[in-house]
């Protein structure tokens, strides 16, 4: 056993029984290189990771391998979730380096912690054209050895380049929306959806600010892009058909064959999503897919007692990718009566769904309409949709009888605020109860857990990062909005504050990833990677808080924000559509002030009410809702309908 069997990480402990001596990351694992003359060698990945199960399977567990690493390196361990600060800046070292990134992420350091060679995934032998590990583990430390001095300088240079230099403040122009919109629309696969081509991930901020600028404007390209992107991925493999939820990103174009982990961050931006689609087009498969998400979560992804889990992994071995998720014909016709596999291997076992290494199993996916299979079969719609859904519960049935993947039981903060704030916005446009309540546990189980002498901790044993403050904050205005409970916005205010102070930048806007130097470097980014930022994320978060604590002062640190990165996300397409939402709601945000009571009927009406860019605030209960925009109020509002007409009215200046 080495050191990692009193690790709180699942992944570390995972590794626990290797008979290499892994250390955890600390201080006195560096110590341990300095005073032994030694490199480091640094595996960062996570327990939903197929690839870096596959390298601990291939590698670590090989005699030869730990005998190199044990005799010739220091061995560190990481989790990335639980350590997400250091592995970004090695990411970006190993990508500087031009070998590639992702997970796992392999890393060679000198003592003091400067990269100097990396990759991700390594055969032990050569193969698939990459080098063979105990090959690299030799060449390096040997290298190391003989020309010490010159890596010392060399990844000094590199860490140093990894600096990032601070942006201009740019203008904050209206026309900048428009004119990323129609960048994000040119990227548009008209075929498939989504934006670019395989491997696919949902751009979940790009079809929100597509959704909420096709409510505006009503430009119809906009909402079909939204539209059918949404419909295609909720079709493809990359759903779960039979549990809900969606799986991490497509290896196809066509969103059929996933990566099979599945993961909280994902599902809460695409419940977002999905509950958004359902408000803005009213069909009711938007809403079966949201209230899917809600249901595995609840099923899967969750703890009883109120928090989000982090991760689902992607196989139960790493010999069988997918294994729990596919299904061969045997396996189907022993489930299914011959009606239902009749129906149910045309709708959903596909040519295009049959897995890569194991041409005999299926990922399943919708690969024929209700209609095409009662033409085929002589058999009405209705009754084709019968036997799908009972076929569908059969087989999930059996599913959940299968040995199941590892769920990964940390709850981290940042996590933890996305799932809330997507399951209030379920909870409020799409009146899933059970969304509110585990909603509302959540935080109080966040705050139990995760908070420490008044402190927010990303998890226990690590300081808060900026994502963790800005996220739980974000859900925590999200449940001020849905109940007037003013101590949720009271929080959310001293976490922000807390972000202020500790992470952001005064003079150039915007909000460092960390409150302190990591590895000598602070980074601030406002990319969609694929998920939005915590820095897009803030903005609005900051402006809803001036509004409702009547304070400035964060007003005007949303505004540095907004001009922070104006010159860099107008050029980056898709993957700067969060940053555009912020935008968009600086100009066409509504600041709704509820004279009423939080309980009653008309304020739960208003709740209910789809608009993009909200904010609301409680004021005393004189029956009626103030509204204003950019800076004018309206007279009072004092009855649904009529709010309902307000807030569908397009962008500012529009209304008649």
Not at 19 to 27: A, K, Q, V
Not at 128 to 147: A, D, M, Q, W
Not at 232 to 238: D, E, I, L, P
Request: proline share 5%; with cysteine.
């Amino acid at each position: 056993m080495n050191r990692l069997a009193n690790e709180r990480s699942a992944y570390l402990r995972h590794a626990k029984d290797q008979e290499i001596d892994w250390r955890p990351w600390s201080e006195e694992a560096f110590e341990e290189a300095r005073l032994q003359d030694k490199p480091v060698f640094l595996s960062s990945g996570a327990q939903w990771c197929h690839w870096c199960h596959v390298m601990a399977r291939e590698c670590f567990d090989n005699e030869e391998v730990a005998a190199l690493l044990n005799e010739r390196y220091i061995a560190i361990k990481l989790d990335r979730d639980e350590r997400p600060d250091v592995d970004k800046r090695y990411q970006r070292a190993v990508a500087a380096m031009g070998l590639g990134g992702g997970w796992p992420l392999s890393v060679f350091l000198t003592p003091d912690k400067k990269p100097f060679y990396g990759g991700t995934y390594f055969p032990p032998e050569e193969a698939y054209g990459r080098p063979g590990f105990k090959t690299i583990l030799l060449t390096l430390s040997n290298l190391y050895r003989e020309k010490k001095e010159e890596i010392l300088a060399q990844s000094a240079k590199l860490l140093d380049l990894l600096k990032e230099k601070p942006p201009a403040l740019g203008e904050i122009k209206e026309s900048a929306v428009e004119e990323g919109v129609g960048l994000i629309v040119s990227g548009y696969d008209s075929t498939h959806g989504g934006f670019g081509g395989a491997p696919k991930f949902p751009m979940s901020g790009a079809l929100e600010l597509l959704l909420n600028r096709f409510f505006l404007t009503r430009d119809a390209s906009y909402g079909a892009v939204a539209r059918e992107t949404l419909f295609n991925m909720a079709q493809g493999g990359m759903h779960d058909q039979l549990g809900g939820g969606f799986h991490r990103y497509s290896t196809d174009e066509a969103w059929i064959i996933p990566h099979f982990e599945k993961m909280a961050d994902d599902n809460a931006w695409l419940l977002r999503n999905y509950a958004d689609a359902y408000a803005v087009f009213q069909e009711p498969y938007f809403k079966e897919v949201a209230a899917g998400i809600v249901g595995w979560f609840l099923s899967d992804l969750s703890d009883p007692r109120g928090g989000f889990y982090a991760s689902q992994d992607a196989d139960v071995t790493p010999e069988d990718e997918g294994g729990f998720f596919t299904w061969t014909d045997d396996e189907l016709k022993a489930v299914l009566d011959d009606e239902e596999y009749k129906v149910l291997s045309l709708r959903l076992a596909g040519p295009k769904g049959r897995m890569h290494h194991d041409r005999a199993k299926h990922v399943l996916y919708v690969a024929r309409t209700v209609t095409e299979i009662g033409k085929a079969l002589g058999l009405p719609s209705p009754s084709v949709e019968k036997i799908v859904e009972r076929g569908k519960k059969k087989l999930l049935e059996a599913r959940n009888g299968r040995s199941r993947p590892y769920v990964d039981t940390a709850l981290y903060t940042s996590l933890n605020g996305l799932a809330i704030a997507a399951f209030i916005k379920a909870y409020r446009f799409l009146n899933i109860g059970d969304a509110a309540d585990f909603a509302f546990k959540s935080i109080d189980r966040v705050l139990e857990k995760n908070v420490h002498d008044g402190r927010l901790l990303h998890c226990e044993g690590v300081p808060a990062l900026l994502d963790d403050y800005v996220f739980f904050s974000w859900g925590l205005i999200e449940a001020y909005e849905a109940t007037g409970r003013k101590e949720y916005l009271d929080r959310a205010a001293h976490f922000m504050e807390a972000a202020i102070a500790e992470c952001g930048d005064e003079v150039g806007g915007g909000f460092f990833d960390t409150a302190g130097e990591v590895l000598g470097i602070r980074l601030k980014g406002v990319e969609d990677i694929p998920h939005p930022s915590a820095n897009a994320v803030a903005i609005p978060v900051l402006m809803k808080l001036g509004f409702m604590r009547d304070d400035q002062r964060y007003r005007t640190a949303a505004v540095k924000a907004l001009q922070a990165f104006s010159l860099q996300a107008q050029y980056m397409g898709a993957h700067g559509a969060y940053y555009l939402c912020a935008l968009d709601a600086y100009f066409n945000m509504w600041e709704l002030t509820f004279n009423l009571s939080p309980d009653g009927e008309y304020a739960r009406a208003a709740r209910s009410i789809f608009a993009p860019y909200q904010a609301i605030k409680y004021g005393p209960d004189l029956g009626n809702v103030s509204p204003c925009r950019a800076e004018v109020c309206l007279e009072p509002v004092a009855n649904v309908k009529e709010l309902e007409a307000l807030l569908a009215s397009g962008p500012r200046g529009s209304r008649p």
